[in-house]
């Protein structure tokens, strides 16, 4: 068994190989030992393998469940396989739940929740036959998560999940991952995914989140952080969408999962640990930088918000300028006086 288990750890290939296309069904299992698990070093190597070239569609419904903690990296393809079927259980256990809260006159969100979804997505070709499922999950989540419920901005995210994995139990789960921010970086800190959407929280959340975004801000592009503030703007409350649903609206709907891949990952990909950790905040500053020109005119949160419009980025371009934005940002803090 042992010399077995030397043979297959010698054939196993812990460095992807280098190419320029997303990761794919058959490089994750070259990664994978026998069993279907990955070693620290090979989750490590498909981690940094995202980052830089994001995940091929067919490969997304193992791969992300891996890569937002769902299942543990170090599980076997029967473990994970066993851990599948439970949590589709438990998943409509929640479901069920779903269905009671929406039933209770005391449930408010729950016609916020079929606003919500009617308009989520409205025109993509899709749209009709992932409402029930969407309507479903979000109600599932508000009954597991009572503190939160439902917030507006929590359907576009889950259509991310939902579009993409095109698994109701698996985008329920990945869900509550991304949240949570327990298994991975969300792309923002800790749980502040989740705070965002918390009501008691939002606004001590918000201004944090929205602190850290300035500080980049004033790190890397001083004279329009400057020019915020002598306008009375330092809250960057136009940001504040983006943040909420991780810049989701910012991008072609189609492009949004490589950049949330890109998130997830840049933990393991970048060196500094506290930027990258806030990845999303790297690309909010990146796209400011991009539209310096026009928010310099500005005087007022509305002429921020109108230079703000149609930003429509594309994923592989804000993955670029926030990894360089978050190595620019690193570089000046290390070099402040403060």
């Not at 029967?78 to 069920?96: D, I, M, N, T």
């Amino acid at each position: 068994m042992g010399c077995c288990a030397a043979r297959r750890r010698s054939r196993r290939r812990v460095h992807p190989a280098p190419s320029d296309e997303p990761v794919s069904a058959a490089e994750l299992a070259a990664l994978q030992d026998a069993e279907g698990a990955l070693t620290e070093p090979a989750a490590a190597a498909l981690r940094r393998a995202v980052f830089r070239r994001g995940v091929a569609p067919d490969a997304r419904a193992e791969a992300w469940p891996l890569l937002l903690g769902v299942f543990p990296p170090g599980s076997t393809r029967a473990e994970r396989q066993r851990s599948l079927e439970e949590k589709r259980q438990q998943y409509a256990a929640h479901r069920e739940a779903g269905e009671r809260l929406a039933e209770d006159p005391e449930f408010k969100d729950g016609s916020v929740i079929v606003h919500d979804v009617h308009r989520t997505q409205a025109s993509h070709p899709r749209h009709e036959h992932h409402k029930p499922a969407m309507t479903e999950v979000l109600r599932a989540y508000a009954a597991l998560d009572g503190e939160v419920g439902y917030g507006q901005g929590m359907s576009d995210m889950l259509a991310v999940l939902l579009y993409a994995l095109e698994d109701a139990a698996l985008s329920f789960w990945c869900f509550v991952a991304l949240l949570r921010g327990s298994g991975c970086s969300s792309g923002l800190r800790g749980d502040d995914a989740r705070r965002l959407h918390l009501a008691k929280d939002v606004t001590d959340t918000a201004s944090a989140v929205l602190g850290r975004l300035a500080r980049l801000l004033e790190l890397v592009t001083p004279e329009l952080h400057g020019h915020v503030v002598a306008c009375e703007c330092a809250e960057l409350l136009f940001c504040y969408p983006w943040v909420k649903m991780l810049l989701k609206r910012e991008l072609p709907f189609e492009e949004v999962p490589r950049l949330w891949e890109a998130c997830w990952c840049a933990p393991a990909a970048l060196a500094d640990q506290d930027q990258s950790e806030d990845f999303v905040l790297c690309c909010c500053a990146a796209i400011l930088q991009r539209r310096q020109k026009e928010l310099l005119k500005g005087k007022s949160l509305e002429t921020f918000f109108t230079a703000l419009r149609n930003v429509q980025v594309s994923a592989a371009e804000l993955v670029r300028d926030g990894e360089l934005l978050c190595q620019a940002a690193s570089a000046a803090a290390h070099s402040s006086p403060g």
